[in-house]
């Protein structure tokens, strides 16, 4: 049901995933502290990601609240979505290695369907 609610209005997605991404990394603060969690955010492997993922967080909720935009409701969420992936897989063992292997994957499949 939510894929074609995501069509159809992309900004009452966003704002329930934005919330619920919200929620999970308050869980994460929450189960290694508030502090730890924090210095984790700001580590200097970290921060390009935490950069990324809040800045996706804030842009999708002001493309859904502020500018009601559908295209930019559709690109932020979808940055969002794959920040969260990538920072929740991280915490798994081989998680990184799974997303680097995905990801490359997900590129050699999207090359062979570009024309040339």
Known sequence: MTLPFLVINPAKFAL??????FLVMFGFSVLI???NHFKHLISKERLPFSLVYFGSLG???YSSLGAHSYLGSLIFGAVQVVALVAYVLAYFPGGTQ??????????????SLLPR
């Open 59 to 61: 842009l999708t909720l």
């Open 98 to 111: 799974t997303l680097r292997l995905g990801g490359s994957l997900a590129l050699r499949g999207a090359g």
């Open 16 to 21: 329930s995933f934005s919330l619920g991404s």
């Open 33 to 35: 502290g508030p502090v």
